[in-house]
């Protein structure tokens, strides 16, 4: 009854550092998104994938890169992080392409930059 | 002029009223509309989804959509101090949903 797992749950990184933030779904959802959260912001879609093999930007895609490895798994890395990618990173999958169908999200990585 | 918009509270109502959360948004052609509830440290859980004109009911709470004025807003009943949480607008840009676009959230403390 996982869901959406994220790993790792949280991670500090230096400046100019990589990393990649790994999701995984075990729902058989189509569509899988990364978010970012930051204080006051709410949450900002990053890249989304509608299906395996597919992918495409959000609303703030600079400085990161997503691979849908398969159905079930999407990463996020950072290449080179700054601090201002220091936030709480959440991935979240979606059944079909239903008007009413809800994102599920996993818990979150929590992100800091120094 | 912020895509999805809302009044970021806090707002506080006493327990056993009714909370109202308000929601703007600029796109016209936007096409279905999501209510998330989250709890500070925790990941967003939906509440409501509504893509017709009109109420739709479940429970405790109503969601309302009124595409012409392209405001869409969350009434919870009876409210209990569980129900304090951020709520969190998101609507779809496109036709098939893939594309979401949340709002800032507005905080709800409901006090006993």
């Known amino acids: 009854n996982a869901g959406v797992t994220q790993t790792p749950k949280f991670q500090v990184l230096k400046t100019g550092q990589s990393m990649t933030l790994q999701c995984a779904q075990d729902m058989n959802h189509n569509s899988m998104y990364w978010y970012r959260q930051d204080p006051g912001m709410g949450l900002r879609l990053i890249y989304y994938s509608a299906s395996e093999g597919t992918t495409d930007k959000g609303e703030v895609p600079n400085g990161y890169n997503v691979s849908r490895l398969n159905k079930r798994e999407f990463s996020l890395r950072l290449e080179s992080a700054a601090p201002s990618q220091t936030s709480v990173y959440f991935c979240?999958?979606?059944?079909?392409?239903?008007?009413?169908?809800?994102?599920?999200f996993g818990d979150g990585t929590r992100l800091s930059i120094l | 002029q912020k895509e999805v918009e809302q009044n970021s509270g806090p707002l506080s109502v006493p327990e056993g009223a009714i909370a109202s959360l308000n929601c703007t948004y600029s796109d016209r052609g936007s096409q279905s509309f999501f209510w998330y509830r989250q709890y500070s440290g925790k990941s967003p859980e939906l509440i409501m989804s509504i893509y017709s004109n009109g109420d739709k009911e479940d429970g405790r709470f109503t969601a309302q959509l009124n595409k012409a004025s392209q405001y869409v807003s969350l009434l919870i009943r009876d409210s209990q101090p569980s129900d304090s949480a951020t709520y969190l607008c998101a609507v779809s840009r496109d036709n098939y949903g893939q594309n979401f676009v949340f709002g800032p959230g507005t905080r709800l403390s409901v006090l006993p």
């Open positions: 979240a999958s979606r059944a079909d392409r239903g008007l009413d169908q809800p994102q599920h």
